[in-house]
């Protein structure tokens, strides 16, 4: 369906100008309005997912404190001995760093401080989870893959 356009310098155009069904008009609209109105939630709820209870018993687990040193490096502390356990180096351990954030992010959003001792834990069904226990926050590590499981599971190594 068209209509013939509108008059240019005093001639008529031969071209006709389509024009959308009113109702595809609103579809369009509708999915436009859905689409940002999910990326505002998705960026404003930036909410950490909680794990489920693990099914087996508690393995091992270590208290670990995270501190930025001058050099651009996150060390990992014993929370209980305060012995350095290790040491990533600016540009390594992204992924660790990357977990941290969000935790740090869900403690600044309730005003708790930054600084904090996390709960690493490994159960007998295999998962490995760091938690928050000042903000019940917690991160299943098994979910990002065996790369990702390695950085953290080396944590909990005695040396």
Known sequence: MGIPSQTVDGQRSAATVRRVNDRLMFVIMA?????????SLATQTDTVVTAPAPLGGLVTNKLLQ??????GS??????????????FPSGEGSFVRGVL????RARNAQGLPQ?????LALYSDGRLILSDPDTTQSIDLVAFGATNFQSFSQLLEDE
């Open 66 to 71: 995270f501190v930025d040193d001058s050099e």
């Open 115 to 119: 600084a904090a001792t996390f709960n």
């Open 31 to 39: 999915g436009l309005l859905f689409v940002v109105g999910f990326v």
């Open 101 to 104: 954030r969000s935790l740090v």
């Open 74 to 87: 996150v060390v990992a502390i014993d929370g209980s001995s305060g012995e350095v356990v290790t040491r």
